[in-house]
């Protein structure tokens, strides 16, 4: 008992909240497991079958998979994802975690296995939602209505930066007064005291200087985004939700062109209320329309300017995420899910490669924490 509640306390608290795991991380783990001794007369050591040596190495795996959770699972809606669908992960660990090394000694009847293994995290994400999947659509026992998503893809082209002379402020103190002279005459016998006054001025020059400032104004170029679009919609399909593209759902239903949301997202980070507005009155609109679509996925992913790394020699680039995930409820739109900014980072052996790996991991990464974020709802 007392072992399940510690187990359970590193699941829920992880020891290292900050912690980032990179897909080449290892993780080392032991299991021990009984080798039956033999019916009959038997002398001397058994040695273990192919069966208990599987049963040890799969022991070993979910020890993995525990330290796995302790330092890479930090979100408490993937915690509590895993901790529902337990079993079920762990039954498939063959899936998704891969033995590096292996080492096997046997004391007696016990065998001791040590193993060192890596794990495969999409894999993992997407067994551990696809059976909360299973879980939510078996629940509701209802048909989930389709997810309309649109991403926009813009590339950093220049950036115009203007820069400011320094702000001086002058100051100047004036100080007015009188001096007085004093002299003495005497003849001998008498002295007598004359006094004159004098005026006199005083001036202070001085002041103080502000730090030259930067302004600055960037410029955008919208970048195909066809394959973006349908890894995107192939992702969220895979995990139970159906979508449609948005240029097909702009014609049937009525709503603004692709054209137009390109034109507003190359200088604004935002689609304009009112584009907004119309496309989510064409959904209420329509009848056919507002019946089988639910969602509303909108999302922009920024790529900045490729620069050489370094170190490796490669281009390297950087690509900001924003997406706002909104459901349709009685005719209005209600945003479930705010998504971002979240950062990735992508290399290549031109430019044009690494704004290429970059769009497409940044095109993973956000279809994959649209689904964690629903699913962690019970959507």
Not at 249 to 278: N, Q, V, W
């Amino acid at each position: 008992m007392l072992r399940f509640f510690f187990l359970l306390t590193i699941f829920i608290f992880p020891l290292n909240a900050e912690a980032i795991c990179n897909s080449d991380d290892t993780f080392d783990a032991t299991s021990t497991i009984e080798i039956p001794k033999p019916k009959g007369f038997f002398t001397g050591t058994p040695k273990p079958s192919p069966e208990i040596i599987a049963e040890g190495i799969s022991l070993a795996k979910k020890n993995v998979l525990q330290k796995f959770i302790g330092k890479c699972i930090t979100e408490r809606t993937k915690l509590d994802q895993y901790l529902k669908v337990k079993k079920n992960v762990e039954s498939q660990t063959d899936n998704f975690i891969n033995v590096i090394k292996s080492k096997q000694t046997q004391d007696k009847l016990s065998l001791n296995i040590k193993i060192r293994a890596s794990v495969n995290g999409k894999l993992f994400e997407s067994i551990l939602y696809s059976q909360g999947n299973t879980v939510a659509n078996n629940s509701s026992g209802k048909k989930r209505k389709r997810m309309v998503s649109f991403f926009i893809a813009r590339k950093a082209e220049s950036t115009d930066t203007k820069v400011y002379d320094k702000k001086v402020t002058k100051i100047v103190k004036g100080e007015t007064g009188l001096a007085a002279e004093k002299s003495a005459t005497t003849d001998g016998s008498t002295t007598v005291l004359n006094k004159q006054s004098s005026a006199y001025a005083k001036t202070q020059k001085g002041g103080s200087s502000e730090l030259k400032q930067r302004s600055s104004s960037r410029s955008w170029v919208i970048m195909p985004s066809s394959d973006l679009n349908s890894n995107i919609s192939k992702t969220l399909s895979n995990n139970g939700f159906k979508g449609i593209r948005y240029p097909s759902f702009a014609k049937r239903c009525g709503a603004p062109s692709s054209d137009i949301i390109e034109e507003e997202f190359s200088s604004l980070d935002k689609l304009s209320d009112d584009t907004e507005a119309e496309i989510f009155d064409s959904i209420a609109e329509s009848e056919r329309c507002n019946k089988i679509i639910g969602f509303v996925a909108i999302g922009t992913i920024n790529v900045n300017t490729a620069l050489v790394d370094k170190v490796s020699g490669n281009f390297t680039v950087s690509a900001s995420i924003r997406v706002d995930v909104s459901q349709i409820i009685d005719g209005f739109p209600e945003v479930i899910a705010a998504i971002g900014p979240i950062q990735v980072r992508s290399q290549g052996l031109e430019d044009n490669e690494a704004e290429k790996n970059a769009l497409i991991k940044a095109g993973e990464k956000a279809a994959q924490e649209i689904v964690n974020s629903l699913i962690a709802q019970g959507i």
